[in-house]
């Protein structure tokens, strides 16, 4: 018998109408032999409206009474979903996550899934009855033993669903939406976006965690981890929709099921080198011209950081291989010979990175890569983060004793550890899809000690607070004493909690204050096939730089560029972009 988990969002259980004609494709389906679980969310906008319920009473409700709140959208689509199928004469029973036993973390809003029962469900089915679970909510043991409510953060029905489908070892979990599947980027801003027939789930979880907002990023976490098929599809047809693919063959036990074991591997690649621009100008086209003028001349770029600073004047700075360093430093020297600027160059350097699909919503796990190599008293030269993995730039000579504490303290096998891995040609696209993200807000660190440490005591104290950061760059130029500008951007909702944070760092540190940034919009481009393709980055900006949109932020990962651009010009830089890369063109996917 096949099991199949099917997850209904808010629109898809909308109204009545809605529910009933769910109603009759679960009846459908169940006819055709499957046994089925059902994962819904709440009506439409009633997560939303409760919100606005509490916050019209407090600004600051409690959490546990937030979660007492928001579980109950679910509750009502379970009960009518059940009521529509038993009038259509098929046997279902709806169930709270807490009847179920979906034993979660104890934090309130956002409780990660430790475990599933799968008693009571497997009995139901046993007895030909479809299961119907309220998604988003789970059960924890409270500080006294007696359970509590939890939920899993904004949009984690998803979740639930996939976590279902891993604990009841389902063969497909399939989430139906008021979209076709996974698209090239959001259709509600660029209505020409196509669908795409499959994605791998290291591209869909940048993307999901970059504004992509059709999958919650912790159930393509647990796909990827687990091996679980899991499929987007529109709940108003009978189309495909997407695939999300998995290389991940090693299925990794079911006890701690969202709180795994985070790291699987890392890597260090040396014959690195660092070439830093700085005081150049800040206008529209300079990126695009000097990544450009790189592309064309045969230098591969790695790693690309920039901020802007006060008075108008910009720092870039870009890792190339050890062999392309002499013909990447003549190119810069014409560039600032015609526009001004310094450039600084390093070579014998390394990449160190770890990976790891649960790298992602867990800010401890940078900040313990960072706190392990400052410990071994190694500075850090360059940090990039993203969703699946974390990179720093060290001195080579630096490179074996930071891997030995990496694997130390992650406690890595030797087979998880790679040394100067050859670069694979996959085929793949360098860019499968483009997000956009309206949540993120710009902070620096003004006048931090140059030392190793630094950055990982910030890292390490924001995430002791639940605290993720992206996008973080350690400026180029320094000031008198010395000092170095650490800038990150994070969630516009942990801004107040990092202000109290990082107050109480700087107060050590003399002559550092804290400073913000203007609105922002963060636009990235994800593509597993981007680090064969040279020139992605330059080909990008060069979107951005036509559009007249001057870029403030730049950081790259593996698989990802993203810029940060003015908020007001979010919407306008991801069409753009997404245009640039033909991406409105089915020919381009697959
Ligand atoms: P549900 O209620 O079914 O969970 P969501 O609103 O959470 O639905 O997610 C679906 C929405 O995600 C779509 O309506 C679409 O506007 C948005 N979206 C953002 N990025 C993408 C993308 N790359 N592909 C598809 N949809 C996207
Ligand atoms: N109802 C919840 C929300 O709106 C969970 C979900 O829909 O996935 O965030
Ligand atoms: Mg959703």
């Not at 309130?108 to 089915?125: P, S, Y």
Request: glycine share 8%; with cysteine.
């Amino acid at each position: 018998m096949t099991i199949l988990v099917q997850k209904f969002g808010g629109t898809s259980v909308g109204s009545v109408e809605r529910i009933q004609s769910v109603a009759q494709r679960i009846a459908l389906s169940k006819s055709q032999g499957n046994d089925l679980v059902i994962v819904v969310s709440a009506m439409g906008n009633t997560t939303n409206e409760l919100t606005s319920l509490a916050k019209s009473i407090s600004k600051s409700p409690p959490k546990r009474e937030m979660d007492m709140l928001l579980s109950t959208g679910e509750q009502v689509s379970i009960a009518l979903l059940s009521i529509a199928l038993n009038e259509l004469g098929v046997s279902a029973k709806s169930m709270t996550g807490s009847q179920v036993g979906i034993v979660t973390e104890s934090s309130h809003g956002k409780a990660r899934i430790l475990e599933i029962k799968t008693e009571r469900i497997k009995n139901l089915l046993e007895q030909g009855k479809i299961v119907v679970i309220a998604g988003f909510q789970g059960t924890s043991l409270g500080s006294g033993g007696t359970a509590e409510i939890t939920t899993l953060g904004r949009g984690g029905s998803d979740t639930s669903a996939i976590a279902l489908a891993t604990a009841l070892g389902a063969d497909a979990c399939e989430i139906y939406t008021d979209v076709p599947g996974v698209l090239t980027t959001d259709p509600r801003i660029v209505p020409n976006a196509q669908l795409m027939q499959e994605i791998s789930c290291d591209e869909m979880l940048e993307l999901a965690s970059l504004g992509a907002a059709v999958l919650h990023p912790r159930a393509v976490e647990i796909a990827r981890n687990y091996g679980i098929k899991l499929i987007v599809r529109s709940s108003w047809n009978n189309d495909p929709g997407t695939t999300l693919t998995s290389q991940n063959k090693n299925l990794i036990s079911n006890n701690g099921l969202e709180v795994n074991k985070p790291i699987n591997g890392a890597e260090l690649v040396e014959n690195q080198a660092v070439l830093g621009l700085s005081h150049i100008p800040d206008k529209p086209g300079i990126a695009a011209d000097l990544f450009e003028m790189l592309s064309k001349g045969g230098v591969n770029v790695d790693l690309i950081i920039q901020s802007t600073h006060e008075g108008n004047s910009n720092d870039i700075t870009f890792t190339v291989c050890e062999n392309d360093l002499e013909k990447a430093k003549l190119l810069c020297e014409t560039f600032i010979q015609k526009l001004g600027g310094e450039l600084s160059t390093q070579k014998q350097m390394s990449k160190l990175s770890i990976r790891g699909a649960g790298i992602m919503g867990r800010p401890s796990i940078a900040a313990s890569l960072f706190e392990t190599i400052s410990k071994a008293g190694i500075n850090l030269r360059l940090i990039a983060t993203s969703e699946v993995k974390v990179s720093c730039v060290i001195d080579s000579s630096m490179g074996a004793k930071a891997l030995r504490s990496i694997i130390e303290f992650f406690k890595l096998e030797d087979n998880q550890v790679q040394i100067n891995p050859k670069v694979v040609k996959s085929g793949e696209p360098a860019v499968r899809g483009v997000a956009l993200d309206l949540e993120q807000t710009q902070v620096s660190v003004i006048n931090v000690p140059d030392v190793p440490g630094s950055a990982a005591i910030i890292c390490k104290r924001l995430a002791d607070s639940g605290i993720s950061l992206d996008t973080i760059i350690q400026s180029e130029r320094k000031h008198l004493n010395g000092g170095r500008n650490i800038s990150f951007t994070l969630n516009k909702n942990d801004r107040k909690l990092a202000d109290q944070v990082l107050t109480h760092i700087i107060k050590n540190w003399i002559g550092s204050h804290i400073q913000d940034g203007e609105a922002i919009a963060r636009i990235s481009a994800v593509g597993a096939g981007m680090p064969n393709t040279p020139g992605t980055a330059a080909k990008m900006f060069r979107a951005i730089a036509n559009a007249g949109i001057n870029i403030e932020m730049i950081a790259t990962s593996e698989i990802r560029t993203s810029c940060i651009v003015p908020e007001s010009y979010g919407t306008k830089a991801l069409q753009v972009v997404h245009n640039f890369f033909n991406l409105n063109r089915t020919t381009n996917l697959n």
